[in-house]
């Protein structure tokens, strides 16, 4: 039972001593790298008594490097229980003054440690909280400003060129086209046979025919963009001067008037002593916008609207979308600031607005005529029992219906008299004789032919007509060979 005890007294002797070395190593270092930080190398020395009765001193110097502290100390404690007995050593540690301070510094910063661990979770909290307050001001930020593009949508970019510094001023010739058109009408026909006069339709074949010799059409460059369309139209003039040998006379409408506007300013170099005159007939030399509200980004539903767009115009026009961009306000700013018109030649700008009256919206417009051979109608007379195959049936779409409401929504969101698509004051190309009729005329007018024809009013190859014949006197003048307007 003696032997049992001795064994745990020994067993728990040694698991103190132990536990002793391990908190004597670690208030070693701590007051070592402490007495390094003041730049003091102290000498701690000890005594160790025995059970024989002898007392063993040892000093101890600790070293320079951090990691042979640890290392020395661990080796003395090692042969000092080599040399001692274990069942009876008593350890007392002497001049210990030099490690008090670095356990009450210990001490002391303990808590420190715990307020400044509590502040920076608070802090973390707070900047993640203030994070998450700002990314929601950014969202709502940005989709007010989205709403406010998509309210205030063209009202800044409608008549820009009219405030644009360096443009210059137009001139109204309302009053001598009138007069021309009034003149044809009853039968004077003035276009001389020295030019050779170059429709630029958008969508269809204008089927007007004049009395005069030389008449060429050109079409369908309303799915391309300004630039392509500018080049083809470039070449083709060139091939028509080359063929005939007379300056060619351009008329364009609506797009058509921007990509002959575009290839005289891209290719003037070129076609200077080529062309003799420009008419833009309701074209949105400045832009439009339709256009512009359609493919504005920044608003309320840009990719979507963009996306149907593109939908429309790449996959069942089979055009591109560059031609619709190109009549936006920001395409049109750039392209007027890049490259200038010329005024060397005569500029007319024609402009118009559409009826709003509320009848035009049940107005059907024939726009062309489908051929049916396999349905049997009955003939023009009045025999009912006579059936044939093979018959022209009228196409009517609501043109004109679309064009005034478009127009009534111009007018209500912008104050803005239009054709429907185009506003006044962004038809009117700066330096331009400007005509501005008296009359109900929608950006469709010139497109489509109608089968009941007023007398009393002027028809799409009468304008025309009266348009050329103005912009051949503008060329006279510019030569002095007639009096101004």
């Known amino acids: 039972m003696d032997d049992i005890f001795n064994s745990l007294l020994r067993l728990t002797s040694y698991i103190s001593d132990r536990f002793i070395q391990f908190i004597e190593d670690l208030v070693l270092r701590d007051a070592i790298r402490c007495i390094e930080n003041f730049g003091v190398t102290p000498t701690i020395s000890s005594s160790v008594c025995c059970s024989n009765g002898y007392t063993i001193s ?3 110097k600790p070293p320079q490097c951090g990691i042979g502290i640890c290392e020395n100390n661990r080796a ?3 042969t000092r229980e080599l040399l001692v007995d274990t069942r009876s050593l008593i350890v007392h540690a002497s001049h210990i003054t030099a490690i008090v301070p670095s356990i009450c ?4 910063t303990l808590p420190l440690y715990g307020i400044q661990y509590a502040w ?4 973390a909290s707070f900047r993640y909280s203030f994070l998450c307050i700002r990314c929601a001001h950014d969202q709502v930020h940005r989709l007010l400003s989205r709403v406010r593009k998509t309210l205030r949508g063209s009202y800044d970019d409608i008549g820009w060129l009219q405030h644009a510094p360096g443009m210059p001023p137009v001139q109204d010739g309302t009053s001598r086209f009138l007069d021309l058109l009034a003149d044809i009408r ?3 026909h003035a276009l001389p046979n020295s030019f050779v006069y170059l429709l630029i339709p958008v969508y269809l074949t204008w089927w007007i025919s004049f009395t005069f010799q030389y008449f060429l059409f050109l079409f369908r460059l309303i799915k391309a963009s300004v630039e392509h369309n500018a080049l083809v139209l470039k070449q083709y003039i060139e091939e028509i001067y080359w063929g005939s040998g007379k ?5 364009g409408h609506s797009k058509g008037g921007i990509d002959a506007a575009a290839a005289l300013s891209l290719y003037w170099s070129n076609l200077k002593n080529k062309v003799a005159g420009l008419a833009l007939v309701q074209s949105p030399y400045g832009g439009t916008p339709v256009a512009s509200d359609m493919l504005r980004e920044g608003q309320i539903g840009d990719k979507e609207t963009r996306r149907i767009m593109e939908l429309l115009i790449c996959k069942v026009i089979k055009g591109d979308i560059r031609a619709l961009e190109d009549l936006t306000y920001e395409k049109r700013k750039e392209f007027i600031a890049k490259h200038e018109l010329s005024l060397d030649i005569p ?11 509320p009848g035009v919206l049940a107005t059907m417009t024939q726009i062309a005529h489908a051929e049916l051979p396999w349905l049997p109608l009955p003939k023009s007379d009045h025999s009912d029992t006579c059936l044939v195959s093979g018959r022209q049936v009228p196409v009517m779409i ?3 219906a679309a064009m005034a409401v478009c127009a009534l929504h111009l007018q209500l969101r912008y104050g803005e008299k239009s054709d429907g698509l185009v506003t006044c004051r962004d038809a009117q190309v700066p330096g331009s004789v400007v005509v501005r009729p008296n009359m109900k005329l929608d950006h469709a007018w010139m497109v489509y032919s109608s089968k009941k024809k007023n007398p009393t009013e002027p028809d799409a190859r009468e304008m025309c007509e009266a348009l050329l014949t103005l912009l051949v006197e503008l060329r006279n003048m510019k030569n002095g060979l007639e009096q101004p307007l």
């Open 58 to 60: 040892t000093s101890w």
């Open 76 to 78: 003395s404690y090692n």
């Open 105 to 108: 510094y210990k001490g002391l």
């Open 120 to 123: 920076n979770l608070g802090m």
């Open 186 to 188: 009853n039968g004077e």
């Open 247 to 251: 300056p060619v006379m351009l008329l």
């Open 347 to 357: 500029l007319i700008s024609f402009h118009s607005e559409a009826r709003i009256a």
């Open 398 to 400: 609501p043109i004109s």
